[in-house]
C-alpha cells in the first residue's frame, strides 16, 4: 500500500503564497502520476494540477494555471504544489492522489493523501 503524507495549508490572506508537500513511503512513487484535487463542502471534488512520472509534463485546471506550479523529486519521493496569488476561490480541503496515468477524473486515482485545509480570506 502507497502511502502519502501532506504537509502545508493553512490561513492566508487573498493574494498570499502556500507550498503544499506530498511525500510518499515508497520508491515505486516514481512510477506513479500524481495530481492535486482540492474540495469545498457542497461541491464535488475539483482537479487542480497533474504531473506525469518524470515530470516532463504538467497539467492544470484554467482557474489556478499560471499561479500554481506542480513539481517533483523523485530521488525525493515528494510532489510539490506551489500556489502562487492565492484568492477566496482557492479555499478547500486539498488533496494529492497518485494514479497510472494524468487523469483529472479523482475516481482514476488509487492512492490519496489525508489532505490538509487551505483557506483564503479576503
Known amino acids: 500500500q502507497l502511502q502519502l503524507v501532506q504537509s502545508g495549508g493553512g490561513l492566508v490572506q487573498a493574494g498570499d503564497s502556500l507550498r503544499l508537500s506530498c511525500a510518499a513511503s515508497?520508491?515505486?512513487?516514481?512510477?506513479?502520476?500524481v495530481a492535486w484535487f482540492r474540495q469545498t463542502p457542497g461541491k464535488e471534488r475539483e482537479h487542480v494540477a497533474t504531473i506525469s512520472k518524470n515530470g516532463d509534463s504538467t497539467d492544470y485546471a484554467d482557474s489556478v494555471k499560471d499561479r500554481f506550479a506542480i513539481s517533483r523529486d523523485n530521488a525525493k519521493n515528494t510532489v510539490t504544489l506551489q500556489m502562487n496569488g492565492l484568492n477566496t476561490a482557492d479555499t478547500g480541503v486539498y488533496y494529492c492522489?497518485?494514479?497510472?496515468?494524468?487523469?483529472?477524473?479523482?475516481?482514476?486515482?488509487?492512492?490519496w493523501g489525508q489532505g490538509t485545509q487551505v483557506t483564503v480570506s479576503s
Open positions: 515508497e520508491r515505486t512513487f516514481s512510477s506513479y502520476a
Open positions: 492522489a497518485a494514479g497510472l496515468l494524468m487523469y483529472r477524473n479523482s475516481y482514476r486515482y488509487d492512492y
